[in-house]
């Protein structure tokens, strides 16, 4: 099977113009079926405040309100995606940016309100990630980019969250093509001790997760990235690692950051 590499860049390096455009030039060498998957990271929140819109967030997670879900489609699927696409084709990578609207890649359904409601938020299902348009792409030579935002299919634009996207792309990939998973952040990768960079566990597996948990080691919004990376690997995602994206080539051949099995 042809191989894939799906990377999931985080907010923190979105938002930070020093750290962005090396990323990027990393990106644009790797070799081979790549497809990159962006965050929002602060800008959608700082244009809100812009526009009289405070953002609402329960247990970490944006409420996502219908004035809310205007800033988010434009800064996720404009600002922020176009301005990495074209920094992608500064740096000779064919890009194509694109939301889960584009090519019907990625429908979604709005989260059932339940004891919190987080308004137009997508869930998806990876057997509805369009992949053979996604391959098409891919074969055509393009490089697709995508924004965290997915679509109900009765015209409505849903906000959701980028390792989900990632995730979803991956899975839904998998039966056609050999897909590894990278999460990029500005961690060395999962941390034995959150105080110290250089202690990445080098492996997780599914019998030990729950151990690092009960432990405390792994805790808050790590839970459900790993959660998510298992989810993957479950699904027939070859591998997943998370790392940082100083070290993109690396975590991409397995020699840096944490793997999960």
């Known amino acids: 099977m042809q191989q894939l590499v799906v990377i999931?860049?985080?907010?923190?390096?979105?938002?930070?113009?020093?750290?962005?455009?090396?990323f990027l030039k990393d990106f644009a060498t790797i070799e081979g079926y790549k497809i990159l998957v962006h965050g929002g990271g602060k800008v959608a929140t700082e244009m809100g405040k812009q526009l009289n819109?405070?953002?609402?967030?329960?247990?970490?997670?944006?409420?996502?309100?219908?004035?809310?879900?205007?800033?988010?489609t434009m800064v996720y699927g404009g600002l922020i995606n176009k301005n990495i696409v074209a920094a992608l084709?500064?740096?000779?990578?064919?890009?194509?940016?694109?939301?889960?609207?584009?090519?019907?890649i990625m429908p979604a359904h709005k989260?059932?309100?339940?004891?919190?409601?987080?308004?137009?938020?997508?869930?998806?299902?990876s057997s509805n990630v369009n992949a053979t348009v996604i391959q098409q792409l891919l074969q055509a030579g393009l490089?697709?980019?995508?924004?965290?935002?997915?679509?109900?299919?009765?015209g409505t634009m849903l906000n959701t969250n980028a390792d989900t996207i990632a995730q979803e792309i991956a899975k839904g990939m998998a039966n056609l093509m050999q897909v590894k998973l990278v999460?990029?952040?500005e961690?060395?990768?999962?941390?034995?001790?959150?105080?110290?960079?250089?202690?990445?566990?080098?492996?997780?597996q599914a019998d030990n997760f729950q151990q690092l948990i009960d432990s405390n080691v792994v805790s808050g919004g790590m839970i459900p990235k790993l959660e998510n990376a298992f989810a993957a690997i479950n699904a027939g995602v070859d591998k997943?690692?998370?790392?940082?994206?100083?070290?993109?080539?690396?975590?991409?051949?397995?020699?840096?950051?944490?793997?999960?099995?």
């Open 143 to 154: 490089t697709p980019v995508l924004a965290p935002l997915t679509h109900d299919g009765a």
């Open 183 to 185: 999460y990029c952040f």
């Open 240 to 261: 997943v690692v998370i790392g940082h994206a100083d070290e993109l080539h690396s975590l991409i051949e397995g020699t840096a950051g944490t793997t999960i099995s």
């Open 89 to 104: 084709q500064a740096r000779g990578c064919n890009a194509i940016g694109l939301t889960g609207a584009d090519g019907n």
């Open 8 to 22: 999931k860049i985080g907010g923190n390096i979105i938002d930070d113009p020093a750290k962005l455009p090396g």
């Open 187 to 204: 961690k060395n990768g999962v941390l034995s001790n959150p105080d110290d960079d250089d202690s990445a566990i080098g492996n997780i």
């Open 53 to 72: 819109i405070e953002p609402a967030y329960v247990n970490g997670r944006r409420i996502t309100d219908a004035a809310t879900l205007q800033v988010v």
């Open 111 to 125: 989260r059932p309100v339940k004891e919190v409601d987080y308004g137009f938020v997508g869930d998806v299902d």
